[in-house]
């Protein structure tokens, strides 16, 4: 692995370690919201789960990637880190 993608792929692992710190906020949040608001709330941590899961399996396809595909695995997990944020951002909006 080059040393360019190297330095991508720990920004990478970097910002979802950011990520799974604001997961854990939401979640202890959860526990002291109302219950209609908990349930709202549990359900948009499932889905930022989900896409964060998406998102480390991408990564995991750029480690074994040639060279041709980085460049798409790149801009896709791009793509992926800015909707988790947007979608983490919401969430702490609403409810912290």
Request: no cysteine; aromatic share 2%; charged share 40%.
């Amino acid at each position: 692995m080059e040393d360019n993608e190297k330095l991508y792929r720990q920004k990478a692992e970097a910002k979802l370690r950011e990520i799974t710190a604001k997961i854990e906020e939401l979640k202890a949040k959860s526990e002291q919201v109302s219950a209609d608001a908990r349930l709202e709330l549990n359900n948009q941590i499932e889905r930022i789960k989900s896409d964060k899961a998406h998102l480390e399996s991408r990564l995991a396809e750029m480690k074994n990637s040639g060279k041709e595909a980085l460049g798409d695995l790149k801009a896709g997990a791009d793509r992926a880190i800015a909707d988790l944020k947007i979608a983490i951002d919401k969430a702490v909006d609403r409810f912290m």
